[in-house]
C-alpha cells in the first residue's frame, strides 16, 4: 500500500475555513530507521511525537464548519512540518529531556530525503485546500500541561498569531466571554515563527489566520474532542463576523 505522507478531508467543502493539523499523528514511515526512531512506547505516546488530541478536534472542527482539513500522516520527530525549511528544530535531536536516537546522527542528506517524503507533500496540499476564494486558515495544536522541570501552564486554550493579524483578536474576546476559561494570548508559544505553516501559507499571502493551542488533558478522547470542536464552531463564525474580514 502506498505511503500518503497527509491526510485530507472535504476538499470539495466550500467554506472559507481551512482547517490544518501540523502534528495528528507519532506515525513514523518505515523508510526512517525501519520506522522506529529508537524512542521508548512511553515518549512516543508523549507531546513530543505529536499534538494529542488535536487530529480529533481538527477533524470535528471542519465537518461542522462545511471546511476541508488537511492533517501530516508523520511525526513532529520525523521532520517537523510547522518549521521552516531552514529552522534548526526542523528535525530535533533532543527534545524535553528526550534524546532522538533515529536522529542524532542524521545527515543532511536524510533531512532532504525526510523533505521531500514528508514535509513538502504535506505543505503542497495544505497550499492546494488554500484556492479557494478569499481562504481562512486555522491550525489546531495541542499543548502539555507541564514541560519537564518547568512550571504548569495554567492556559486552557492558547490563540497564536501575528499582532497586526486582524481575526485573532476577535477569536480571543470571545473565548474570553467564559470567565472560568483561561485564555493565552501568544501562549505557551510565540504568535510568530518565520517559516512556520502559518507564515508560509497565510502570513505571507494575507490571509486571516489562527493557530489554536488547547492543553491536551482536556481533549484526550473523542467525547471531549467533540465538545472543543463543537465550541470552537459556534466562537469562530462569530469572531468572522465581527471582524469584517
Known sequence: ???????????????????????????????????????????????????????????????LLNAPVVASNFSRLVIDPNRGADDPTLLMKLY??????????????????RMEACYT????????????????????????PQLRGRAPRPWQIGILAPDD???????????????DLCVGINEPYTGYLPGDSIDKHATTNGYPNTLIELRNDLIEDAHQQEAWAERLADILPRALEKSGL
Open 1 to 63: 500500500m502506498t505511503y500518503l505522507p497527509f491526510f485530507l478531508e472535504g476538499a470539495e467543502r466550500p467554506a472559507r475555513w481551512v482547517i490544518s493539523c501540523d502534528h495528528a499523528t507519532n506515525f513514523v514511515p518505515t523508510f526512517v530507521n525501519g520506522g522506529d526512531l529508537g524512542l521508548p512506547s512511553e515518549d512516543m505516546n508523549r507531546h513530543i511525537a505529536y499534538d494529542i488530541g488535536a487530529y480529533g478536534v481538527a477533524r470535528h472542527l471542519a465537518r
Open 96 to 113: 524535553d529531556g528526550s534524546i532522538i536516537p533515529a536522529n542524532r546522527h542524521a545527515d543532511a542528506a536524510e533531512r532532504a530525503a
Open 121 to 144: 507533500p504535506y505543505h503542497t496540499a495544505l497550499a492546494g485546500l488554500l484556492n479557494r476564494p478569499d481562504p481562512i486558515l486555522v491550525s489546531v495544536h495541542s499543548f502539555t
Open 165 to 179: 493579524e486582524p481575526l485573532s483578536p476577535h477569536i480571543i474576546q470571545e473565548l474570553q466571554q467564559d470567565r
